[in-house]
Nanobody
């Protein structure tokens, strides 16, 4: 099993910045992709940004140019730098990892517990 530990959420004023971190652990797995999703009250969970072990990235249109995802492959840690935050960015942010079990070559996905980001004046 892969465990994900998130950190970095909090309260920030509009226009401010926050950096989220997510560290993955699981020695029997090769983590091939990691990403961030968010869920606002009353809304479905949505993709924010993803990155692969090869360095490819993908962003939701609503955060393009404001958020940046990066990954430290050696540490199996993914970061989300969030700049120019808006009230509509308020949500619980979840880390997700896509991992291949080394023994079986099966693909699994794992989710973190979520971290609250609130953008308010």
């Amino acid at each position: 099993q892969v465990q994900l530990v998130e950190s970095g959420g909090g309260l920030v004023r509009p226009g401010g910045s926050l950096r989220l971190s997510c560290a993955a652990s699981g020695s029997r797995f090769n983590i091939v992709a990691m990403g961030w999703y968010r869920q606002a009250p009353g809304k479905q969970r949505e993709l924010v940004a993803t990155t692969t072990s090869g360095g490819g990235t993908n962003y939701a249109a609503s955060v393009q140019g404001r958020f940046a995802i990066s990954r430290d492959n050696a540490k199996n840690t993914v970061y989300l730098q969030m700049n120019s935050l808006k009230p509509e960015d308020t949500a619980v942010y979840y880390c997700k990892a896509d991992a291949i079990e080394l023994m079986t070559a099966r693909l699994y996905d794992y989710w973190g517990q979520g971290t609250q980001v609130t953008v308010s004046s």
